[in-house]
């Protein structure tokens, strides 16, 4: 590769392309009691950012979510897991896992905690 293509990969921004939706969502945080209802403000493939409307738990960096949200419009509920990868006061924002992804990293936190 070139030194030209090599600076046009530099300045080039691989976060995927946002979308700002208004859904409400229900969450169980992994390995807690926590619950938490936010309203999610934008979607992309590899992710998500929330607004916690309700919470009997303060969602960390690092905790790993079952997410429910309910789309009426279309009279279907999409459940996916993710892991919170930044919070900023009432917004948190999360990165999409596949179920195994959440298995072996709960494994991980099991083992080490030995």
């Known amino acids: 590769m070139n030194q030209q293509n090599n600076q046009d990969l530099n300045t080039v921004d691989f976060r995927a392309s946002r979308y700002d939706t208004q859904e409400f969502a229900t ?3 992994y390995g807690r009691m926590g619950r938490i ?9 590899t992710g998500s ?7 009997d738990y303060f969602p ?3 905790d790993m979510l079952r997410i429910t949200i309910p789309l009426r419009s279309v009279n279907r509920t999409h459940v996916v897991d ?6 900023r006061g009432m917004l948190f924002g999360v990165a999409f896992l596949k179920r ?3 298995i072996t990293r709960m494994m991980n936190r099991t083992s080490n905690a030995e």
Do not use: C, D, H, P
Not at 37 to 45: P, Q, V
Not at 49 to 55: Q, V
Not at 82 to 87: F, P, R, V
């Open 27 to 29: 969450m169980e945080v």
């Open 37 to 45: 209802t936010a309203k999610m403000k934008n979607l992309s493939l």
């Open 49 to 55: 950012g929330f607004e916690i409307i309700r919470s």
């Open 60 to 62: 960390q960096k690092g």
């Open 82 to 87: 993710a892991e919170i990868i930044w919070t």
């Open 100 to 102: 195994q992804e959440v």
